[in-house]
């Protein structure tokens, strides 16, 4: 099993508050490997205590960046609110058999997390921020 998530500087998006939020997604998932890495008794109880916290978090994480792009009138909200409502349903169908499910099982799914949130924030996040700054939106 591999690390595959850490944050790099290229991956901010120039708004610190967006940026802490983003850093903290990463360190959540972080949690999942490093659950999955130290397989142990209580790794149900665990896996099912940071998945909790990703689930709550996210769903904070989302609504700022989204009450951001709709206040500031970014033309490609409804898109992007899709890609998180997406996300969100994603990780809701998966979330209930992670707890039980196998080591292998959770990296799969530790992957695809780690996977779609660099992406975005990569792709989509950055598409968003670029158009904010460019109006004159600061931080």
């Not at 990463?26 to 998945?51: H, R």
């Not at 970014?74 to 707890?99: C, R, S, W």
Request: aromatic content about 12%; overall charge negative; proline content about 2%.
């Amino acid at each position: 099993m591999v690390n595959i998530l850490s944050w790099s500087d290229s991956l901010a998006t120039g708004f610190m508050e967006v940026d802490l939020q983003h850093k903290k997604l990463i360190s959540i998932i972080d949690s999942v490997f490093q659950t999955i890495k130290e397989y142990d008794p209580e790794y149900a109880l665990k896996m099912a205590k940071i998945l909790k916290q990703l689930t709550d978090y996210t769903e904070y994480h989302f609504s700022e960046e989204e009450s951001l792009m709709k206040r500031h009138g970014f033309p490609g909200f409804e898109g992007h609110k899709k890609q998180h409502d997406d996300f969100v349903a994603k990780v809701g169908k998966e979330i209930h058999l992670l707890a039980q499910a196998s080591p292998d099982d959770g990296y799969l799914f530790y992957r695809f997390l780690g996977t779609w949130l660099l992406e975005h924030i990569a792709k989509s996040d950055h598409a968003w921020a670029e158009w904010l700054r460019d109006r004159g939106v600061r931080d």
